[in-house]
């Protein structure tokens, strides 16, 4: 029996993560910093387990949990760790998913909002990936997946603090499976998941806002679709999936050559917002996703 941990699956990405792991045959444990949403999420995935007549041919039902979890919090962070080995005998897979979206200048933002960005998604994911490791490195094996963004890999103009955040959690997350790999352990991987815009609560309220257009200017993804990709994961890991996987080299050239970086952002930009107002007008109409 395979577990697994979400962070962050109260809803959006998560949720849907942690429902595609369950068809996977994953006893899921969902947390989320509201509890009620972890439990949402737990409570979906018994009751697709217990009436979908195909799911239960693909993977014997199981009972999913949920748990409230503040991933600033190192020390719950390993206590959960610890609790789902104690109830199960192993931790097969960590998803860290929890993250949070503040768009706006970099100089006009608050110090609570970059810190909650930087708490969050940097920190938070050291603290997932950190309590994983506890359990897995003596046990020999594991799966630590980090939900980072194409932000991780990219300077985004609006999103700054946020890219700032993620940049963080990519260095991290490879620097991290290096150093396994060095020390001489390879039953253990680490993965960096880096989709383009998603669909879901972090962007809904960003329609209209001209620093959010950057995650608007590739393929709007669903989380259904992500969530896909990150089931084939956990078969075949990888160090880093980008999705789709034509936007990585894209988009990394504006960090390689920042010179000519400079001069296209005006009409990169203009691009992305053209792009932004479409898919509103999409959205509006029921004609996307």
């Not at 699956?9 to 949403?37: F, K, M, N």
């Not at 609790?83 to 897979?93: I, K, N, P, R, W």
């Not at 988009?251 to 952002?265: E, N, T, W, Y």
């Amino acid at each position: 029996m395979r577990t697994a941990v979400v962070t962050g699956a109260g809803g959006g990405l998560g949720r849907a993560i942690a429902i595609e792991l369950a068809g996977l045959g994953y006893t899921v444990w969902s947390t989320d910093i509201d509890r009620d949403g972890a439990a949402s999420t737990a409570a979906e995935i018994d009751g697709r387990q217990a009436s979908a007549v195909s799911l239960a041919r693909r993977a014997e039902p199981r009972q999913a949990q949920s748990a409230a979890l503040d991933v600033r919090d190192e020390a719950a962070c390993r206590a959960l760790a610890a609790t789902v080995v104690a109830e199960h005998g192993s931790l097969d897979l960590w998803v860290n998913n929890a993250g949070v979206l503040r768009t706006g200048l970099a100089w006009e933002q608050d110090e609570a909002t970059r810190a909650a960005m930087l708490s969050i998604n940097a920190v938070g994911t050291i603290n997932g990936t950190i309590a994983a490791l506890e359990q897995m490195v003596p046990a020999g094996h594991g799966h630590v997946i980090n939900v980072i963004s194409l932000a991780g890999i990219v300077a985004a103009p609006g999103e700054v603090t946020y890219a700032a955040s993620k940049h963080a959690a990519m260095a991290f997350t490879l620097g991290t499976l290096f150093d396994l790999r060095r020390s001489g352990r390879r039953g253990i991987d680490l993965s960096a998941v880096c989709p383009d815009g998603i669909w879901t609560p972090m962007l809904e309220d960003k329609l209209d806002d001209p620093d959010a257009a950057g995650s608007f200017s590739g393929h709007l993804l669903t989380p259904q679709r992500v969530a896909r990709e990150v089931g084939k994961l956990t078969e075949k890991p990888r160090p880093v999936l980008i999705i789709p996987r034509w936007r990585g080299p894209m988009l990394r050239s504006f960090d390689l050559f920042p010179r000519l970086g400079l001069r296209l952002i005006p009409l990169v930009m203009w691009d992305a917002r053209r792009r932004q107002r479409r898919y509103k007008r999409l959205i509006q109409t029921g004609r996307w996703p």
